[in-house]
């Protein structure tokens, strides 16, 4: 099943960010490239940073490239993810665009999709007070989270464990419930931070790796659908390329 059509998402718009933890990254550029492979224009950038691209994820512009902006113009004739961005001189990743790049790529491109958050490799996490950084206007808003995280202490899977310990009024090493997962990623200090509309939110349980984690994925998205009635709940593993609804 395309994460596309199981994320309920729009064949046409303009912009999707995508929050959370557990597989960001990974999905980011699977439904990059599903766009691209139904005819689209897809670019990928952060608003924060991100590991430079392999040429098989996508083809990397970057500002420092000779007249980066003639590039990307050509690049967007093809039918491959274009990711564009800022050198981060310190780590050789990623990080915000120029202006110049982004007004090209909201010019030509028909998908901008954005990672608007880091998650420091953890399959959970609750957002610092300057995240997430979800470019406007946006189409869509996508949470992500790891269901490995479940079963085990707060504070050894989840990126700012302190601040999902205040939120959950738990202690950090209480054991992580499909209950308390669902309230992470449907809070307004969680991953529905600054969304506001839920018919633009949507819900990607991964790490579905076996039928236990299945089950407990149902369990999560019922949890979900308490917070948030009508939000789209899809799951499966990325890695294995299995994608559900829930």
């Known amino acids: 099943m395309q994460l596309r059509k199981a994320l309920s998402l729009p064949l046409h718009g303009k912009c999707i960010s995508i929050v959370g933890a557990g597989g960001k990254t ?17 670019v990928i950038q952060t608003s924060t940073h991100i590991e430079r ?10 500002d420092c490239c000779s007249d980066a902006k003639t590039l990307l ?7 491959d993810p274009i990711a564009i961005g800022s050198v981060e001189h310190s780590t050789g990743k990623l990080c915000l665009p120029s202006d110049d790049l982004l007004a090209v790529a909201w010019e030509k491109a028909d998908w901008i999709l954005v990672e608007a958050d880091g998650s420091r490799h953890l399959p959970i996490k609750v957002p610092a007070y300057y995240e997430p950084k979800i470019f406007e206007p946006f189409d869509a808003v996508i949470a992500v989270a790891g269901l490995s995280a479940l079963g085990k202490p707060l504070s050894q899977v989840c990126h700012r464990a302190n601040l999902a310990s205040t939120l959950l009024g738990v202690s950090l090493e209480t054991l992580v419930t499909p209950f308390m997962l669902a309230r992470i990623l449907t809070s307004e200090q969680g991953q529905f931070k600054n969304v506001r509309n839920p018919s633009r939110f949507s819900v990607f349980l991964n790490q579905a790796d076996d039928e236990k984690l299945c089950n407990l994925a149902k369990e999560t998205s019922f949890h979900i659908k308490t917070f948030i009635s009508d939000c789209t709940v899809a799951s499966g593993s990325l890695r294995k390329g299995d994608i559900f609804l829930c």
């Not at 691209?53 to 970057?62: E, M, R, S, V, Y």
């Not at 113009?73 to 039918?79: F, I, M, S, V």
Request: aromatic share 8%.
């Open 26 to 42: 990974t999905l980011l550029f699977q439904l990059a490239r599903e766009f691209c492979e139904d005819g689209l224009k897809c």
């Open 73 to 79: 113009k050509n690049a967007l004739r093809g039918r």
């Open 53 to 62: 691209p392999t040429l098989k994820q996508a083809f990397t512009i970057t």
